[in-house]
């Protein structure tokens, strides 16, 4: 059973100048929900976007249900999602939070130009954490791990994510991570990324792969002091959110 707060939020599009219509997908992160991206997608749909931000399979429901899903799952959705955008609407640019960040490269990777802009958001491709090689034997053993949850600064703000790590989905996502890696130059789009200083989730190399090895001639990075992981719903969110409405009206204008 899926739980309220994980339900997804689609939003229509108002039409622009000359009757043009532009979507953003907003795809959240690993053990996450539609939650965390919720108030983002809201203030882009009072500003006349299509909206969409899909709840991944096998979260918002429970760690063990999501252990029984993979990568290629999460991203047939995040695809479906931008398949139905790219239908109604003449531009459409992407957003991602950590492992949606990860998504949403892949969709850049795979469908060209039919992604117009990627904003990213603390985006994950990489964990230098003791026991992240251990995952692929630790699978077939352990079911789960403590979870990351809710690495937010702002005091009393509940992400509504997992606290477990369900290992066998965490190894898909790990070797998946490999073939984003490798695609990078890829990447052409125009790029915007928001990265915490003080994250304690993803590594800042996460975000230097991603910088480095993309072909985006339009890239930059805006750096989240007062922030930690989750920043979509911390005290930088409003930065995030003005930020990345300016990035998708200059991206998809004349």
């Not at 990777?109 to 230098?128: I, K, S």
């Not at 990351?148 to 509504?160: A, L, M, Q, S």
């Not at 890829?186 to 990324?193: A, E, S």
């Not at 304690?200 to 989240?224: F, K, N, Q, W």
Request: charged share 20%.
């Amino acid at each position: 059973m899926v739980e309220e707060h994980a339900q997804p939020f689609h939003a229509e599009a108002a039409p622009g100048p000359g009757g043009t219509r532009v979507g953003v997908l907003l795809v959240h992160g690993f053990t996450g929900s539609p939650y965390s991206m919720r108030p983002w997608g809201e203030y882009l749909a009072e500003r006349g976007f299509a909206v969409a931000v899909p709840r991944l399979p096998g979260h918002g429901t429970t760690w063990q249900q999501m252990n029984r899903t993979r990568w290629q799952d999460w991203y047939d959705e995040a695809a479906r999602a931008f398949e139905k955008l790219r239908a109604n609407c003449d531009q459409v640019v992407v957003g991602g939070l950590s492992m949606g960040g990860a998504l949403a490269l892949r969709l850049a990777q795979d469908r060209g130009d039919d992604v117009t802009g990627l904003v990213l958001v603390n985006p994950a491709l990489t964990n230098e954490s003791a026991g992240h090689q251990l995952v692929p034997l630790l699978q077939h053993v352990v079911p789960s791990t403590k979870g990351v949850t809710n690495d937010i600064k702002k005091p009393d703000v509940d992400e509504h994510g997992y606290h477990r790590s369900p290992l066998k989905a965490a190894a898909s996502m790990f070797t998946a991570w490999q073939q984003v890696i490798a695609d990078l130059p890829k990447v052409t789009q125009p790029l915007l990324m928001f990265r915490s200083t003080d994250d304690h989730v993803v590594p800042a190399s996460s975000g230097r792969y991603i910088m480095t090895r993309v072909s985006s001639t339009d890239l930059s990075e805006r750096l989240l002091e007062n922030s930690y992981h989750v920043a979509t719903l911390d005290y930088d969110a409003p930065a995030i959110f003005a930020e990345s409405e300016q990035f998708v009206r200059r991206v998809t204008g004349p």
